[in-house]
């Protein structure tokens, strides 16, 4: 089974479930919007000297809105990016991968009402 000593590495996911913010899916979400705004008026201003001081304006705005009352939601799409980037067909990372699954798998259940979807594959316990 994944017990298997060859199927074992380093943990991959594991170090995430200690930095996990609690935050909603909506400032999630617009948090990630806002880096996005921050992008526009950046490639706008080396576009544009037209209207650089509205957008200097706009952007610092934006930028301070984002730091003082998004900050959470930033840390929380910055570890995302670190998950998504990780080389899932990288044999290293697949073998510490398997070692942090039930971990994983554990607190997503706790998290999503104890739904067990792969229910007879493993022991998971709850």
């Not at 910055?78 to 699954?101: C, H, M, R, S």
Request: charged share 25%.
């Amino acid at each position: 089974g994944l017990a298997n000593k060859k199927w074992v590495g380093s943990a991959v996911f594991t170090p995430y479930l200690d930095k996990l913010e609690t935050c909603t899916c909506e400032k999630l979400v617009l948090s990630a919007m806002l880096n996005s705004y921050v992008e526009i008026f950046s490639n706008m201003l080396k576009e544009s000297n037209e209207i650089e001081g509205l957008l200097k304006g706009i952007q610092a705005s934006v930028t301070q809105l984002r730091e003082t009352k998004y900050s959470k939601e930033q840390r929380t799409l910055e570890q995302l990016q670190e998950i998504k980037l990780t080389n899932v067909k990288n044999n290293t990372i697949q073998l510490g991968a398997v070692k942090d699954f039930l971990s994983v798998y554990e607190k997503a259940i706790t998290l999503g009402q104890r739904h067990q979807y792969l229910k007879g594959t493993f022991t998971v316990k709850t």
